[in-house]
């Protein structure tokens, strides 16, 4: 047979590959009879199929017994191993679409579930751009915890998704945890896929920083191979800073949110507009990052919105979201981050690494997510641990509270020393606030103010010993003299540190006798609710602090022998007796700050403003008369001496001229303030008019706008520096708690509008301006004023957006203001250092009120 014939048709048997190969193998045992009968026996069972004819009913049993093309898939997939291909590709989108949302529901777990829904649909209407990851690149999002990392490779997943559902040639997006990748990226996107990410596709590697460090660097080198193997693929992975070395050009950073974004989103999850003022910048800090806004919503939805302090919401927030993270560190790693947190507050800004610890223990912070180090400096993922952290630091004596309430550290320290004051025993609660009152007032009061509770009587004021209840006090039998005077003795203790803290202002505040505090004569009721405080006069008692039965009843004490008398309740309650010691100072700081008396220096001009105004009193040349620019000084000092002549010979004067009220005080400072006045004549410390008066009908028609303008400029100024020397001189320890001083050095910024000449309503020009931080100054330094005359109302938007851009401190109230400017007035610059002088004692708790300074 030839070789032809050998391999034809004819000479062909199918056989299976088992007996095939044992032909193959031992053909000895199949010759070639026994072949050609096989081959026979195939043709004519060939014959008998071909020639079967069915009948309907064997037709039906046939297709029952059948198989389709989905059931074969079916019983091939059961007795294979799992492949993302075993998938119809409109299935594995569903699959993709769910596990998304799966993703982001699970984000929302501290979300009330009645809430999740609005949060969702929130996140999907958000329009800022998604991030950018060119084909076949990898790029890494880096940001501290809760900044919004996975949201925003989920927004670009998203996007890979859309496009997958409408282009067949774009491969499903794959998403992956770094710590379920157990072998290869390549490998663990292939068993995603069900094979090479040969089409356009979109992979996140999220949360880089749950690996080791080590792990973390062995995946993005891996994902630099995938995208280099594959150059239609696209790595998308997420990280803290410090876990993996990350490329300059591979770093994607994730903005903070604006606040508004974050007040948005927090009233879309609490569901109604019933949302706490948010005004300070610590709760402002709140609403920056995704994570901290759902924990704002679950602590306040918690508490059924219940009104909170700013001090309660941020210490509760980050124990709940200390709560959340449950971070794994040694005891070691513990202990430093009270010195981390203090260090971070004192210096103002991140620690370098080397400086601060080893480098195994730099290591170990940045395990706990706590800690960011980047750029080798080290800094709290969110300013919320650094308040919390200093506390403990406060708490341990680990750091003084002295050194914290300073004049210039204490904005920083603010909320950590109050969190300390609020967390600990009744009785080093108390050493707080002494060493605090005698350090920095500001800093003692505004922590009362965020932390004491004011009880019914804790801060009540003092009355009047003629007051009803006083007077029901005065008729019962008083207490044992041994407790009367321990009362006394403490609330004495309180009022003498405030005053130790305030310095020489301390003298208008309380009556002293040498330079001391006035002894007190005291009684307290036998029920020990009210008690009876007299404050004597010269000579009248012998010791510091007495118990006087003879003030029961009251009209029988010499009413002369003492300053007041007053009866009030008991002060009660956690730090009760310091809240009532400073109730009862700031009573008497109305009075100086309503008449804007409170002491400056010769050379301040606040001091020319009030010698002028206090000579035109004086000499009938009030605002009602014709308004002379001089007043001879020979005539003044003459008219000055008679007074205080008169003076010499009363307890109190007063001279009342028109709505204005001028005191002996008064009078003995003008006396002394003429004897620094050169010259025959005193001069307005403003310039005249500069056009007739013709019609006009409101003193500023008879100002030009460049002379307004020129006033308006040195009227600021004055003011800045007038502000500046109250302080100085008469708050020197509040420093950087008074918001406006934190700013010095500062410059002005802003316009002059002047009335539409047509328009008969107006009666002033206004002002609007900023006030900003000056780098290039000093804070002694004559304040920069630039101002201009508006134009047009676009003038006032450009300084509202560049105020905006600036970056005010912590402790800052607003940088813009608005408002009139008269024009003719005596005391312009010391309403306006008084007025914001005002806005932050009371800021600060020493003024229960803002007076209104309009004359």
């Not at 005539?635 to 000055?640: A, C, G, I």
Request: glycine residues 6%; aromatic residues 6%; contains cysteine.
């Amino acid at each position: 047979m030839s070789e032809e014939d050998n391999r034809g048709f004819d000479n062909l048997i199918p056989l299976c590959e088992r007996h095939a190969y044992e032909i193959d193998a031992t053909p000895q045992h199949y010759p070639a009879d026994l072949l050609r009968s096989w081959k026979r026996m195939q043709i004519e069972a060939h014959a008998r199929a071909v020639g079967l004819a069915l009948n309907d009913a064997e037709v039906a049993e046939l297709s029952e017994a059948s198989f389709n093309t989905d059931d074969l898939i079916e019983r091939l997939t059961a007795v294979m191993p799992f492949s993302a291909r075993s998938r119809s590709r409109t299935e594995a989108l569903a699959l993709a679409a769910r596990s998304s949302r799966a993703r982001s529901v699970v984000r929302l777990r501290s979300t009330p579930a009645d809430r999740v829904e609005a949060a969702l649909a929130w996140n999907t209407q958000q329009a800022d751009p998604v991030v950018e990851v060119p084909t076949g690149a990898l790029r890494v999002l880096v940001a501290p915890m809760g900044a919004g990392k996975s949201e925003e490779a989920e927004r670009w997943w998203n996007e890979g998704l859309t496009q997958a559902w409408t282009d067949p040639q774009v491969a499903i997006p794959v998403w992956l945890e770094a710590r379920d990748v157990v072998t290869t990226l390549a490998g663990a996107v292939q068993d995603a896929l069900g094979g090479d990410p040969e089409k356009a596709c979109r992979i996140v590697v999220d949360n880089l920083d749950g690996v080791s460090p080590r792990e973390a660097d062995r995946l993005l080198d891996d994902a630099r191979r995938l995208v280099a193997t594959w150059p239609l693929a696209s790595i998308l992975a997420t990280t803290r800073p410090g876990a993996g070395r990350v490329d300059t050009k591979e770093r994607l950073d994730v903005a903070v949110w604006p606040a508004q974004r974050g007040m948005a989103l927090l009233e879309t999850v609490l569901g109604d507009d019933h949302i706490p003022r948010l005004d300070s910048h610590e709760t402002r800090q709140l609403l920056t990052t995704p994570l901290q806004v759902h924990a704002l919503a679950s602590h306040l939805r918690a508490g059924g919105h219940a009104r909170v302090s700013t001090r309660e919401l941020l210490s509760g927030l980050a124990r709940d979201i200390l709560e959340l993270e449950r971070p794994d560190a040694s005891r070691e790693v513990w202990a430093s981050l009270p010195r981390l947190a203090t260090r971070v507050l004192s210096q103002q800004g991140p620690v370098r690494a080397t400086d601060f610890a080893r480098t195994h223990v730099i290591w170990e912070l940045e395990e706990t997510g706590l800690v960011v180090h980047d750029d080798g400096q080290l800094r709290f993922a969110l300013p919320l641990f650094e308040q919390h952290f200093a506390a403990q630091a406060l708490q341990d004596e680990e750091a003084l509270i002295e050194t914290a309430a300073g004049s210039e550290l204490f904005p920083r320290w603010r909320y950590a020393i109050a969190f300390a004051v609020a967390s600990v025993a009744q009785e080093q609660a108390e050493g707080f606030l002494l060493r605090l009152a005698r350090t920095n007032p500001a800093a003692a009061s505004w922590v009362l103010e965020e932390t004491a509770r004011r009880d019914g009587d804790s801060g009540a004021a003092q009355r009047p010993l003629s007051d009803e209840p006083a007077t029901r006090a005065a008729e019962r039998p008083e207490s044992a003299p041994e407790h009367a005077l321990a009362v006394g003795g403490r609330l004495r203790e309180a009022t003498r540190c405030w005053l130790e803290g305030v310095g020489e202002l301390g003298a208008l505040l309380a009556p002293h006798h040498d330079g001391a505090l006035a002894p007190w004569a005291v009684l307290v009721g036998k029920d020990d609710e009210w008690m009876i405080l007299a404050e004597a006069r010269e000579r009248v008692l012998d010791a510091e602090l007495v118990v006087r039965p003879d003030l029961i009843p009251w009209g029988s004490v010499p009413r002369g022998d003492f300053h007041s008398i007053h009866g009030f309740p008991v002060p009660r309650g956690n730090l009760a007796r310091w809240v009532w010691a400073r109730n009862r100072l700031r009573e008497q700081l109305i009075a100086p700050m309503h008449n804007r008396t409170l002491p400056v220096d010769p050379a301040s001009p606040l001091a020319a403003e009030r010698v002028w105004f206090l000579a035109r009193h004086i000499m009938g040349n009030g605002q009602n008369s014709r308004n002379p620019r001089q007043i001879a000084l020979a005539d003044l000092r003459s008219e000055v001496n008679e007074r205080m002549a008169h003076i010499a010979t009363t307890r109190r004067s007063q001279w009342t001229r028109g709505r204005h009220t001028i005191e002996s005080s008064d009078i003995r400072w003008l006396h002394d303030q003429l004897q620094h006045v050169p010259g025959d004549l005193l001069t307005d410390p403003r310039p005249p008019a500069d056009i007739a008066p013709g019609g006009a009908r409101y003193t500023w028609q008879m100002y030009s706008p460049e002379l307004t303008l020129s006033i308006a400029q040195d009227v600021l100024r004055d003011a800045l520096i007038g502000y500046r020397d109250l302080v100085q001189r008469n708050f020197p320890r509040f420093g950087a708690a008074l918001g406006l001083y934190s700013t010095f050095p500062l410059r002005a910024e802003g316009f002059v509008i002047m009335p539409d000449p047509d328009d008969t309503a107006a009666d002033c020009a206004t002002i609007a301006y900023a006030l900003l931080p000056d780098a290039h100054s000093r804070t002694q330094d004559e304040p920069v004023v630039d101002l201009r005359l508006a134009r047009s109302p676009d003038d006032l938007s450009t300084l509202w957006d560049r105020r905006e851009g600036d970056n005010t401190p912590a402790f800052q109230r607003q940088v813009g203001h608005y408002g009139r400017l008269p024009t003719g007035r005596d005391r312009r610059a010391t309403n306006l250092a008084y007025r914001w002088l005002a806005e932050d004692l009371k800021a600060v708790g020493w003024l229960e009120h803002a007076p209104v300074y309009t004359d």
